[in-house]
C-alpha cells in the first residue's frame, strides 16, 4: 500500500488502512514520544493519542508533507503537552504541600533508563536523559529526533516547521547546554 | 584531572550513539482500538438518543406547541391592531388631524 492509497483508505475510514498505518508507524511514535516523555507507559499514551488524532484529522491533512513527518509533527507536540501538564502538576501538588492540603510527599522522578541501550551505557544514559530533560522544548525536539529517531536536519526542519540552518543552531546549543548541564553534574 | 572529566562529559554525550530504537509493546493495536472505542462510541450514542421515537414525538409536540401558541397569539394581535386604530381614529377625530376643515376652521379662526 503506498502514501496516497494509504490516506485515500484513511480518509475512507478503512479498518486495514488503519491498522496498516499503526503497524508501520507505531514504533517510530513510540520511540520519539519516550525520548521526551522519558517514561514507557506514559510513551504509550502519547502514541495512542497520535494515532486518535490521525484517525480524527485526516481529512485536514493536506499532504504538503510526508505522512511521516506529520505524525512526527503530532508526536512530538503530543509528548511536550504531556510535559507540560506534568509539570503543571508537579506545581501544583507543590502548593497542596506548602498549605498542608496534600499530605503525600513529592517523589522525585526516578532516572529513565531507555530500553534501547547497551547494559554498558545505562549509567551514562540515564545522566544524558536527565540533561536532556532541562533542555527548552525546541531543543530538546530536536536532539531527540537526531539522536533517537536518526531523523536528517533537513527531515528535522520540516517536523519543525523550520529551516536547517535553525536546526543546526538548535543543536549546537542544546548540545552546549547539555555540556553544561553535565559540568555541573559532574562537579 | 580536567582532561578526565572533559573526557567522562563526551562519553556521557555519546551514549546514545548508535542506540536501538525502544519498540512499542505488544498488542498495542488492541488497546488502541479499545480506547477509540470508548471516546469515540460516546458521540455516537449521544446522536442515537437524539433519534429515539419518544424524544422525536416530544420534540415535535413542543413544536406544535409552540405554533399554535404563535397562531393563537396573532390572532389577538390582529384584534388588538383594530382596537388601536379605533383609538388613533377618535384620537383623529378629537384633534381634527385628518379633517381638511379642521384646518380651515383654524385658518378662519386666525382671521
Known amino acids: 500500500m503506498n502514501e496516497l492509497e494509504l490516506i485515500q483508505g484513511l480518509r475512507n475510514g478503512d479498518e486495514p488502512a488503519f491498522k496498516f498505518l499503526v503497524d508501520t508507524y507505531q514504533d517510530r511514535v513510540f520511540n520519539t514520544a519516550i525520548g521526551i516523555v522519558q517514561n514507557a507507559e506514559d510513551a504509550e499514551d502519547v502514541a495512542q493519542e497520535v494515532f486518535i488524532q490521525v484517525y480524527r484529522s485526516i481529512h485536514n491533512f493536506k499532504g504538503e508533507s510526508k505522512l ?5 509533527r503530532i508526536a512530538t507536540t503530543r509528548a511536550l503537552d504531556l ?5 503543571s502538576k508537579k506545581r501544583f501538588g507543590f502548593m497542596q504541600r506548602l498549605f498542608g492540603d496534600g499530605n503525600e510527599p513529592l ?9 534501547g541501550i547497551t547494559m554498558d551505557r545505562k549509567e551514562n544514559a540515564a545522566k544524558l536523559f536527565k540533561a536532556i530533560a532541562q533542555l527548552p522544548d525546541n531543543q530538546k525536539t530536536a536532539f531527540t529526533l537526531h539522536k533517537l529517531e536518526d531523523l536528517s536536519y533537513q527531515e528535522i526542519s520540516e517536523v519543525m516547521k523550520t529551516s536547517v540552518p535553525a536546526v543546526e543552531s538548535l543543536m549546537h546549543r542544546a548540545k552546549q547546554n547539555l555540556r553544561k548541564i553535565l559540568e555541573k553534574e559532574t562537579d | 584531572m580536567d582532561n578526565n572529566r572533559n573526557n567522562k562529559i563526551e562519553e556521557i554525550l555519546g551514549s546514545l550513539d548508535g542506540c536501538h530504537k525502544a519498540s512499542m509493546p505488544d498488542f498495542f493495536y488492541t488497546r488502541l482500538k479499545a480506547r477509540m472505542e470508548n471516546e469515540i462510541a460516546p458521540v455516537a450514542t449521544k446522536r442515537s ?7 422525536a414525538l416530544t420534540a415535535l409536540a413542543v413544536v406544535v406547541v409552540i405554533n399554535a401558541a404563535v397562531i393563537l397569539k396573532g390572532d389577538t394581535g390582529k384584534q388588538n391592531t383594530s382596537s388601536d386604530s ?3 381614529q377618535s384620537l383623529a377625530a378629537e384633534y381634527r388631524i385628518n379633517d381638511n376643515n379642521a384646518i380651515l376652521f383654524d385658518v378662519n379662526q386666525d382671521k
Do not use: C, G, Q
Open chain 2, 49 to 55: 438518543w437524539v433519534l429515539r421515537p419518544a424524544f
Open chain 2, 86 to 88: 379605533e383609538t388613533m
Open chain 1, 68 to 72: 511521516s513527518t506529520w505524525l512526527y
Open chain 1, 83 to 87: 510535559l507540560r501538564s506534568r509539570k
Open chain 1, 107 to 115: 517523589h522525585e522522578i526516578p532516572d529513565f533508563n531507555h530500553p
